[in-house]
């Protein structure tokens, strides 16, 4: 079957260095999202691995591993505006049908 | 408009009421998408157009939810006879083609049913 998992709070503190953690299972695995959601807004894109390895991208950096179904969202120089939610999910099967896990809610405190 | 634009932004309706919920994708996007967040959750796929074709469907949770994008355009998911769990945001989101990298979101649609 196909299944998603990440932790469901985690908190850090501004400036500081923080790993979100997401396991995943299925067939016919494409690739790998990481998306940003403020409260009430709609998500936004962060990162696409298809690949294993890291990728950075500014602040954010994202990293996969196809044959241990992990990746990771590394967020560094943590600022306040990064208090949201982050979605994992990965893309499956021949199209367009993406699978998000439940979101990890990301609190940075002072 | 520049993004994907979701009307309207809130809606509460009695149960058993039936709701439309509107969708504008970005201009020229082919791929439409229609997604369901419940509170505390990750979206969870409903239906996908590419221009006026629903080609899935297979995530609508029942026969009471409907969609359409008769033009290829403008998008409308429709919800009959609504109940308690059907309170959800509902997510528009489009792409201009098949790469899921380039999927612009709504801010959504927040749906109460009392």
């Known amino acids: 079957g196909q299944n998603i998992d990440q932790p469901t709070e985690m908190t850090a503190t501004e400036g500081a260095i923080v790993q979100i953690n997401c396991t995943y299972q299925t067939s016919g695995f494409n690739g790998l999202f990481w998306y940003q959601q403020h409260a009430g807004e709609a998500p936004t894109f962060l990162s696409y691995n298809v690949l294993d390895g890291l990728e950075e991208k500014g602040r954010f950096s994202s990293f996969l591993s196809r044959s241990k179904g992990y990746s990771y969202l590394l967020l560094k120089e943590l600022q306040m505006k990064d208090s949201a939610s982050y979605l994992c999910?990965?893309?499956?099967?021949?199209?367009?049908?993406?699978?998000f896990g439940t979101g990890t809610k990301l609190q940075v405190i002072p | 408009g520049a993004g994907v634009s979701q009307s309207p932004r809130y809606k509460v309706a009695k149960r058993g009421q039936d709701v439309a919920l509107r969708c504008d994708p970005i201009s020229g996007h082919v791929s439409l998408f229609w997604y369901q967040q419940a509170l505390g959750q990750g979206p969870e796929f409903l239906t996908y157009f590419q221009n006026e074709a629903q080609l899935d469907k297979s995530g609508l949770p029942s026969d009471r939810f409907f969609a359409e994008r008769p033009e290829g355009s403008v998008s409308t998911l429709k919800i009959q006879r609504t109940q308690q769990e059907d309170s959800a945001v509902y997510l528009c989101?489009?792409?201009?083609?098949?790469?899921?990298?380039?999927?612009?979101f709504g801010s959504g649609t927040r749906l109460t049913v009392v």
């Open positions: 999910a990965f893309h499956s099967g021949g199209y367009q049908k993406v699978t």
């Open positions: 989101a489009s792409s201009l083609g098949g790469r899921e990298r380039e999927r612009t």
